[in-house]
């Protein structure tokens, strides 16, 4: 059964889902974030006399992502979610960094209500555009019993900030929980639950309120076979707070890595040890390994890393 008694508020960022090609044809040359989140909701009849507001945050290609967007974002989400009127909170977004958006937003708001990250791998002019159903999807999500904490909608699957990753640069079914699976799935716009719904504390908004100019610094840099500590070296140089190393198998990193490691460690810089496979994350923790992101994609072991610097 769903809920439509509530207000839904949708927050407009950009991405595909707001993207327009000069041919309906061209699912490749197109510009990211052209068209406005009022459009985008226009376009959607499923959507005509639902309670919503639309407001636009932003208007950018993801992969342009900003700490000053996440910062603003983050923000207005946190003001809507405090209004007894929403019922939750729909962001559109691009595809290519949704999942570090939605892992900063889960670990800063921990939501009670849903928020819901909605996406879209064809631009909004495409003859195959999955942008329209997400939307709706996306806001039936936000307003269904019981539904919280952040989440992505996408291909019919609704799948939690911690677990969604993308996998493919090109298919529209490109989003994948890995072994936990989706949280729920949408048939006829029925929400049907999976497992429990994404919980956890707050680390609050608070967090961001410095200047982003003031953020530490993070990196991400990859062990590979043939890898030499360049990076390692240049990122104590150039003051950075923290480092992830997205490590091979699970979570090892090459030897030749290790000293350049230690002694950044001494210079101050936090180290989080990620792994560069699509799925399984790094298990366990062997004596006297680097502390690991766990089931994080390096992206997100890096926001990771960045609000455990903040805090
Ligand atoms: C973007 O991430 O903004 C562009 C790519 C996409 O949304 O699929």
């Not at 290609?61 to 700490?67: E, F, P, R």
């Not at 992830?244 to 460690?265: I, K, S």
């Amino acid at each position: 059964m769903q809920s439509n008694s509530g207000v839904v508020v949708i927050l407009g960022t950009g991405g595909t889902i707001a993207g327009r090609s000069v041919q309906a044809g061209d699912n490749v040359g197109y510009k990211a974030g052209e068209l406005s989140v009022m459009d985008l909701v226009a376009a959607v009849p499923a959507l005509q006399g639902r309670a919503l507001e639309a407001e636009q945050v932003a208007q950018l290609d993801s992969k342009d992502m900003d700490h000053a967007t996440w910062q603003r974002l983050a923000q207005r989400v946190a003001h809507h979610l405090a209004r007894s009127e929403v019922q939750g909170v729909v962001v559109t977004h691009g595809t290519d960094t949704a999942e570090e958006t939605a892992w900063l937003l889960q670990r800063v708001l921990a939501p009670s209500k849903p928020v819901v990250l909605a996406v879209a791998m064809r631009p909004a002019s495409s003859l195959q555009a999955d942008g329209p159903q997400n939307l709706a999807e996306a806001v039936a999500v936000a307003s269904a019993p019981g539904a919280q904490g952040v989440v992505l909608v996408a291909d019919g699957r609704v799948h939690s900030a911690e677990d969604v990753r993308k996998l493919h640069g090109y298919r529209v079914g490109t989003f994948n929980s890995g072994d936990a699976g989706p949280v729920a799935r949408l048939e006829e716009g029925r929400v049907m639950a999976q497992r429990p719904w994404p919980e956890g504390e707050a680390l609050g908004v608070a967090l961001l309120a410095r200047p982003v100019a003031e953020w530490p610094r993070v990196g991400l840099v990859c062990s590979h076979a043939g890898v030499d500590d360049w990076a390692v070296r240049a990122a104590v140089a150039e003051g950075l707070r923290g480092l992830v190393v997205e490590g091979t198998g699970n979570g090892t990193l090459n030897r030749a890595l290790e000293p350049a490691l230690q002694d950044a460690q001494r210079a101050g810089l936090r180290v989080l040890r990620a792994t560069r496979c699509l799925a399984g994350g790094v298990v366990g923790a062997p004596d006297g390994a680097w502390p690991s992101a766990g089931a994080l994609t390096p992206a997100k072991a890096r926001v990771e890393l960045l609000l455990q610097l903040l805090a």
